[in-house]
């Protein structure tokens, strides 16, 4: 294959992905993300001598984005039920009991969190809304909210494992502070 023919092709396929990836999952972000993957596994494909033509191309380039927008699709559900749902199917009752200790250590590092930190991370997390939109709706360009996405994760983890250190004296650690 002609490195120029496919260069072409490749742009082509990866104009038509984006369009059918920002149908199926609603946004531009997880478009671009799916188009992305898929054209690297597409392009590992042709490396590794699996495609015989360029008449191949699309047809394969549409196969992997099939799997590629089912995992995304995945990957959001199971972030959305891992932050919502309990374990409720628990048999154990320590299981259950570690469970609401997670819990709540989670719900006091989220009570130590800027306002605007834990709205970002409620939208993202509990309502699903992607940042794209989040972005749109503040004004904000997406990689800006990206990284505050990122950074209030950061915070929360770090009052996470500092609430995991004092071994659950918070209240008197912040009483302290304040003094």
Not at 33 to 55: C, D, F, N, P
Not at 129 to 146: C, F, V
Not at 166 to 174: A, D, M, Q, S, Y
């Amino acid at each position: 294959m002609e490195s120029q023919d496919l260069d072409v092709q490749l742009r082509t396929i990866a104009a038509g992905l984006e369009i059918v990836a920002a149908k199926r999952l609603g946004n531009r972000d997880d478009a671009l993300e799916a188009t992305q993957e898929t054209i690297a596994r597409l392009l590992v494909r042709v490396r590794e001598s699996k495609v015989a033509s360029l008449g191949e191309l699309a047809p394969i380039a549409y196969g992997i984005a099939r799997h590629v927008i089912i995992d995304i699709q995945r990957r959001r559900t199971r972030e959305h039920h891992q932050l919502v749902d309990a374990p409720s199917n628990s048999q154990h009752p320590l299981d259950a009991l570690v469970h609401e200790e997670e819990c709540e250590r989670v719900r006091v590092a989220l009570r130590g969190l800027s306002p605007s930190d834990r709205t970002l991370l409620r939208r993202c997390f509990l309502h699903g809304e992607s940042i794209g939109k989040i972005a749109e709706s503040l004004g904000e360009p997406a990689d800006r909210m990206r990284k505050r996405k990122s950074r209030a994760l950061q915070r929360l983890i770090e009052l996470i494992h500092n609430r995991a250190r004092v071994g659950g004296h918070e209240e008197r650690v912040i009483a302290i502070e304040q003094a």
